[in-house]
């Protein structure tokens, strides 16, 4: 299963993600929250790469098509309680 994302800041703290997943397309707004990224111990990495792996994680846990027109950090930690551990592993690997 072949998908590819595609990430843009468009303002402060919001990223537009286009991905493109067996043959269909589709785009998510993910909102960065800055006190939630130090309240996880997140805050020190580049907020693009947090979203290039929070867009990897959710892609291993969910359908693309099923990606949310709106991400929030905050929810996906509350839906996956595993989230911010993970995702600082994969950012430390980097």
């Known amino acids: 299963m072949e998908k590819s994302f595609d990430i843009e800041l468009v ?7 286009r991905w493109a997943s067996e ?3 589709g785009e998510s ?7 939630f990224l130090a ?3 997140l805050d020190g990495f ?3 790469q947090v ?4 867009t990897t994680y959710l892609a291993e846990h969910q359908p693309v098509i ?8 905050e929810e996906i930690a509350a ?3 595993d989230y911010a551990e993970q995702l600082k592993a994969r950012l430390d690997a980097r």
């Open 23 to 25: 043959g269909q397309s």
């Open 66 to 73: 099923d990606f949310p027109q709106t991400v929030d950090l």
């Open 11 to 17: 303002n402060q703290n919001e990223y537009l993600v």
């Open 39 to 41: 309240e996880v111990g």
């Open 29 to 35: 707004l993910v909102h960065t929250n800055p006190d």
């Open 51 to 54: 979203v290039e792996e929070t």
């Open 79 to 81: 839906a996956y309680t």
């Open 46 to 48: 580049d907020e693009q």
